[in-house]
């Protein structure tokens, strides 16, 4: 799958957001709102399942959106246009539900932003009336204002060091927010503490939740196990069963541990490379 464009959206102190379009004919034309596709950028490399922003049917192309953190993602970033990954298999997990809910909040943390994108295109089309809520560490790593507020009627925005937008969280405004007026939807993609806040908070107001979970993922079409969430007690596997679910039934710390699992061998898989020196 040959890259046909590549830019760093944010550059921070080190840490870097990078979107690529993908030639991908069939992706592009099969994707919906909140399906993701599993990329391995060699032929020995992990596989690691990264959500489609955009898809141009015409062209053939889909946009993804990525912040480098670990080798796999690092290494990804190191390619240019015209150099292809070795794999795509996507679309994969079911479409986020579009559907007329009325009014809906949309709350995006760090590269989560870019998962909220799509989705609020679709449920905007779908008639509701949105709210958007973005997170940023600081405002040189905020992606995708001007996109998302196209796509929706309000925007918000926060950053931990109050350098653009309000200081503080996402989840405070959305408090405030499910405070003041009645929502008939809260959808969440960021950090899992930040999606756990905004579940509760539905929760609190009576407010249907999805979040979109990033569970870890090894072959991402049920077989593995390894993307394991309970959901109110039963257990599900978010490639085939998510990567939506109500964030009120989930079983948020178990998520947090198994979403650490590996982090020792990542950190010393990291040292090892050049692309970490
Ligand atoms: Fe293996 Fe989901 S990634 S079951």
């Not at 579009?98 to 449920?123: D, F, H, S």
């Not at 995708?144 to 931990?160: F, G, Q, W």
């Not at 959808?187 to 908070?201: D, L, N």
Request: glycine share 10%; net charge neutral; proline share 3%.
């Amino acid at each position: 799958m040959r890259i046909i464009s590549k830019e760093v959206i944010a550059l921070c102190a080190g840490t870097r957001i990078v979107k690529i379009s993908l030639v991908a004919p069939e992706l592009s034309r099969k994707v919906q709102a909140g399906q993701f596709a599993v990329i391995m950028v060699d032929e020995k490399g992990e596989r690691v399942p990264l959500t489609i922003v955009e898809s141009d049917s015409a062209a053939g192309n889909v946009t993804l959106i990525f912040q480098e953190a670990g080798l796999t993602t690092k290494f990804l970033g190191s390619l240019n246009t015209g150099d292809n990954l070795y794999a795509v298999l996507g679309p994969l997990g079911h479409p986020t539900q579009i559907k007329n809910y009325g009014k809906a909040i949309l709350v995006g943390g760090g590269v989560g932003i870019a998962e909220i994108l799509p989705v609020a295109r679709a449920l905007k089309k779908a008639g509701n009336h949105i709210t958007s809520i973005l997170g940023a560490k600081n405002k040189c790593l905020l992606i995708l204002e001007d996109e998302l507020k196209d796509a929706s009627d309000l925007i918000y925005v926060a950053t931990d060091d109050g350098s653009y937008g309000r200081k503080g969280l996402t989840t405070d405004i959305l408090s405030e927010l499910l405070n003041k007026d009645k929502y008939d939807l809260v959808y969440s993609v960021g950090p899992i503490p930040m999606m756990r806040k905004a579940a509760e908070a539905a929760g609190e107001y009576n407010t249907d939740s999805l979040v979109s979970l990033n569970a870890l993922m090894v072959d991402a079409t049920g077989m593995c196990g390894c993307c394991r969430v309970s959901v109110f007690g039963k257990v599900r596997f978010s490639c085939v069963d998510g990567p939506d679910f109500d964030g009120r039934g989930v079983d948020w710390e178990e998520l947090g541990k198994r979403n650490k699992m590996y982090n020792e061998q990542e950190k010393h898989i990291c040292k090892l490379s050049p692309l970490f020196k």
